[in-house]
């Protein structure tokens, strides 16, 4: 591997510094104009919001919004950013979980539309401001995702109103005055099988379907949430995208049509789908150490690449100019903990000291979930798109690691 579009990766290294996140705009578009072409088949009403979590640099923001895409928000700050990005309130939604006053009342200003994680937080939103619209996350007590770490329905899950509990909440919302409803669901991250969407909305469809009935509720919209995977090893299937559409078209009419709910909008929150395999992180072997196993030693650590260490997680890694494999080896960083792992046992060529590895399908949930633990810094970030590179973000320096610890308090 040599290039990232048309550019030379090893250019990209010397010019912006390493560790480096490179992201390639043509592949976001595409994730978008792929996701957007099987829903525009078979929905009339849908609608695409790109979960902020997954990679929420201002640049990445607007290139989704510009395709059309909306947003999912999960705190005031993604919301801030958001704005900040140009999303018109009316396409965004924010789902938050364990809501305080605080962010209720920041959120509720905004006039975006909110999924409420329990009935507890609609009493919390009660006290800041008087909802005509509400939608709750439900728990369908079932929950699927690609590692332990993020599933997020089921019996261990901390989110949703528990399905038994749905009617209180509806009804009580009712009761109180809200007019206007909608329902999400999520429970879980990186789902690889196109069946499994269409068997949770079934479920949820089956839950609230009657409950809307008996209530004389219309949802304005069903949100399915996000969830759709990438395949992250050469073993992984590719999620297929236009069954699994098409399935969840399927179960949506036909339970719509069972219980008389109107024509809901569907929603989606993808995040990984559409910037995953759109990022690669560039970085320089600092140093190869022949120990009881072989360790192939990165100036990238698990402070900006943390998903092996949370989730068990795999990303393959190349190196740049070189091809085949000739040994297995450890990759890790050079954070003082021995979680600082990237990649066990990885089938690499002959490498030395200063050779450039690039890990794949980082553009999700890695510089988002990045830190300057040890002191090191944020790498920069860079957008490829045809001829043109832009430095999205330039690496932190220690006047920025340092900005907002109180220096005047020192002696
Ligand atoms: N909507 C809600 C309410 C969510 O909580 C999430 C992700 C999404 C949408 C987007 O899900 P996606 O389409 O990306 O699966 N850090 C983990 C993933 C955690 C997902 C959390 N919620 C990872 O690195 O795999």
Not at 121 to 149: A, C, D, H, Q, Y
Not at 178 to 194: A, D, Q, W, Y
Request: aromatic share 12%; net charge negative; proline share 4%.
């Amino acid at each position: 591997m040599k290039l990232i579009g048309k550019f030379d990766i090893r250019e990209l290294a010397e010019r912006f510094g390493t560790p480096l996140y490179v992201y390639d705009k043509e592949k976001i578009v595409a994730n978008y104009n792929k996701l957007y072409l099987s829903f525009s088949r078979y929905f009339k009403k849908f609608s695409i919001h790109y979960s902020v979590k997954a990679n929420s640099n201002i640049h990445i923001l607007e290139v989704l919004r510009s395709l059309g895409a909306g947003a999912d928000c999960s705190s005031p700050f993604e919301l801030r950013l958001a704005l900040l990005a140009g999303f018109k309130p009316e396409k965004i939604v924010y789902t938050g979980n364990y809501e305080s006053l605080e962010d209720l009342e920041y959120v509720s200003q905004h006039n975006v539309s909110i999924n409420l994680d329990d009935i507890t937080s609609f009493w919390r939103l009660k006290k800041v401001t008087n909802p005509e619209f509400v939608s709750f996350r439900v728990n369908p007590g079932i929950g699927k995702g690609g590692f332990e770490g993020i599933t997020t329905g089921g019996a261990d899950a901390k989110f949703g109103v528990p399905y038994e509990m749905l009617y209180q909440a509806y009804s009580d919302a009712k009761a109180s005055g809200v007019k206007r409803f909608g329902i999400h669901i999520m429970t879980g991250s990186n789902i690889l099988e196109p069946f499994y969407f269409a068997e949770v909305l079934e479920k949820l469809m089956r839950i609230s379907g009657r409950i809307f009935k008996e209530l004389q509720i219309k949802p304005e919209y069903i949100d399915i949430g996000g969830g759709l995977g990438v395949p992250y090893t050469d073993e992984d299937m590719e999620l297929d995208i236009e069954t699994s559409v098409r399935l969840l078209s399927e179960v949506f009419f036909e339970y719509i049509e069972r219980y008389d709910l109107g024509l809901p909008e569907l929603k989606i929150e993808p995040g990984r789908f559409l910037v995953a395999n759109a990022g690669y992180l560039v970085c320089k072997v600092t140093g190869i150490k022949n120990g009881y196993k072989k360790f192939i030693g990165l100036d990238a650590g698990m402070n900006i690449l943390i998903r092996p260490a949370l989730y068990g997680a795999t990303h393959r890694v190349k190196i740049y100019g070189k091809d085949g494999v000739v040994q297995m080896v450890q990759i890790c960083g050079q954070i003082c903990e021995n979680s600082d792992i990237l990649g066990k046992n990885v089938p690499v060529p002959e490498i030395v000291e200063g050779d450039i590895a690039i890990f794949l399908d980082v553009g999700a949930y890695c510089f988002s979930m990045a830190s300057s633990y040890n002191g090191r810094p944020l790498p920069a970030e860079v957008l490829v798109d045809d001829n043109s590179v832009m430095e999205i973000r330039r690496r932190q320096t220690f006047e920025d690691f340092v900005s907002s610890m109180i220096l005047t308090h020192l002696d």
